[in-house]
């Protein structure tokens, strides 16, 4: 079994910083892109950074230049440094990895169970 375990979420003023941790655990053979998404108050889940196993990133435009996405192949765990946080930026945030099974497997999206970040005053 595959599980994503987000953590890091929590109510910071606006210009304020967060991390993000999201574990990748369980019996798989290999993690392919990792990234981060959010769902704000009644909008729809929208990409926020992803990231290949080489490093390569991807932002949203709303976030570049604030927002930083990294990986730990080692720990299977990925980051999401959150910068100069606006309201704007509140949202639960969910762990996304594209993940192989075993070596028979195609790779298959796998989700975490979201964290909070609320950028308040």
């Known amino acids: 079994q595959v599980q994503l375990v987000e953590s890091g979420g929590g109510l910071v003023q606006p210009g304020g910083s967060l991390r993000l941790s999201c574990v990748v655990s369980?019996?798989?053979?290999?993690?392919?892109?990792t990234g981060w998404y959010r769902q704000g108050p009644g909008k729809e889940r929208e990409l926020v950074a992803t990231?290949?196993?080489?490093?390569?990133?991807n932002y949203a435009d709303s976030v570049k230049d604030r927002f930083t996405i990294s990986r730990d192949n080692a720990k299977n765990t990925v980051y999401l440094q959150m910068n100069s946080l606006k309201p704007e930026d509140t949202a639960v945030y969910y762990c996304n990895a594209d993940i192989r099974r075993d070596s028979n497997s195609d790779y298959a999206f796998y989700w975490g169970q979201g964290t909070q970040v609320t950028v308040s005053s």
């Open positions: 990231i290949t196993t080489g490093g390569t990133t």
């Open positions: 369980g019996t798989f053979f290999s993690v392919s892109t």
